[in-house]
């Protein structure tokens, strides 16, 4: 009985670390909401990693930083073809952020891509209930990325009842 219960708590740990939350699409409008800065909101920091797309016949960019290389490694980890690695391939955005009280928020990344000039696209997560530190991650990769081009500028915001209550923005931010 007490290997039983070990073993499920096993895979139980197991398959809580193998489950990651599916990246958002594209929502159809990102609306213009009003600002609303609240001290209660705040984002900690943020990570951009670009997957670099390779180059047929390129040698490979070589680097001594060894984060850099494990970055690449665990993006490109199980692509098995070329489809695959393709499909991984493109921008990851990692945001840090946190909710010193309860409340229902969703954090939303407005970009802007080269091919697509000043035409803003948006991708959205929903938190019910949201309080304390969380890490949340947007790829724009695959079709998303060859297609539209790189991101060129970026916003994350925090929304409280259709009200920004955190803000981030790109330098180049407009």
Request: net charge positive.
């Amino acid at each position: 009985m007490r290997f039983l219960l070990r073993g499920a708590f096993l895979a139980m740990v197991i398959g809580g670390i193998m489950v990651r939350a599916e990246n958002p699409l594209p929502i159809e409008n990102a609306n213009v909401l009003p600002l609303a800065i609240s001290d209660a909101f705040e984002f900690r920091k943020f990570e951009i990693f670009r997957n670099a797309v390779p180059v047929p016949g390129a040698t490979p960019i070589l680097t001594k930083d060894l984060m850099i290389e494990f970055e690449r490694r665990h993006r490109l980890w199980g692509a098995l073809d070329a489809a695959d690695v393709s499909a991984r391939t493109g921008q990851y955005f990692t945001f840090f952020w946190r909710a010193k009280r309860p409340a229902n928020l969703t954090l939303r990344l407005e970009y802007r891509q080269t091919n697509l000039k000043n035409y803003v696209q948006a991708r959205e997560l929903n938190y019910p209930n949201a309080k304390g530190s969380h890490i949340s991650e947007f790829a724009i990769v695959g079709n998303d990325y060859e297609n539209d081009g790189p991101i060129t500028s970026w916003r994350a915001i925090l929304i409280e009842n259709r009200k920004i209550v955190a803000l981030l923005p790109s330098r180049n931010w407009q």
